[in-house]
Each structure stands twice: as C-alpha cells, then as structure tokens.
Nanobody, 121 residues
Framework: QVQLVESGGGLVQAGGSLRLSCAAS????????MGWFRQAPGKDRAFVAA????????SYTDSVKGRFTISRDNAKNTAYLQMNSLKPEDTAVYYC??????????????WGQGTQVTVSS
C-alpha cells in the first residue's frame, strides 16, 4: 500500500523560502520518478516539478523555473522541493506522487494529505 506523507509547508512572506519533504513508501522508491504537484483554491491540481529515479534529470513548470529545485534521497525514500523567492501565486496545497516518467509526469497513486503553503504579500 502506497503512502505519501508531505511536510514542511507553512506561512511565509513573499520572497521567502520553504523546503518541502515527501516521505514515500509502498513502492521501491529508487525505481520510480517522483513529482510535486499543487492545488490552489478553486483550481485543479497542477504539475510543479519532476525528478528521474536516479536524480539526474528534472523538469519544472515554467512559473517555478529558477526558483524551485526538486531533489531526492533514495536512501531515505524521500523527495524534496526547495522553494525560493516565493510569490503569493505559489499559495496552494502541495502534493507529491510517484509518476510515470519525468516527461509525462502522470501520477501513479492516490494522493496524500498534502502540505499547505501560504505566501503573504
């Protein structure tokens, strides 16, 4: 049974930083690409970033390029999202998931509870 536990969210001022963590279990972590997604109020869940299972390839949605960095530690079964220069429009609930590939970024499992990120102006 897959479990995805996101943490690290909070309230931050515009320009600030947060680091999200995703503890994943139920699949062999190092065999899968991982992705971060977010859902803002009143909007659909959207792709944010992805990382190949080996960590050597990443992709980002345009709005976060240069500000967010996705990484992973296969020994800890954990993925991370470092978020810098945060903007109010980054406010959302952030989720992680195992994904099909860095290119496709199709989520493979049910969602966890997510972690709330709120950026004040």
């Amino acid at each position: 049974q897959v479990q995805l536990v996101e943490s690290g969210g909070g309230l931050v001022q515009a320009g600030g930083s947060l680091r999200l963590s995703c503890a994943a279990s139920g699949r062999i972590f190092s065999n899968y690409a991982m992705g971060w997604f977010r859902q803002a109020p009143g909007k659909d869940r959207a792709f944010v970033a992805a990382i190949r299972r080996s960590g050597d390839k990443t992709s980002y949605t345009d709005s976060v390029k240069g500000r967010f960095t996705i990484s992973r530690d296969n020994a800890k079964n954990t993925a991370y999202l470092q978020m810098n220069s945060l903007k109010p429009e980054d406010t959302a609930v952030y989720y992680c998931n195992f994904i099909s590939s860095v290119l496709e970024a199709r989520p493979l499992d049910s969602w966890g509870q997510g972690t709330q990120v709120t950026v004040s102006s």
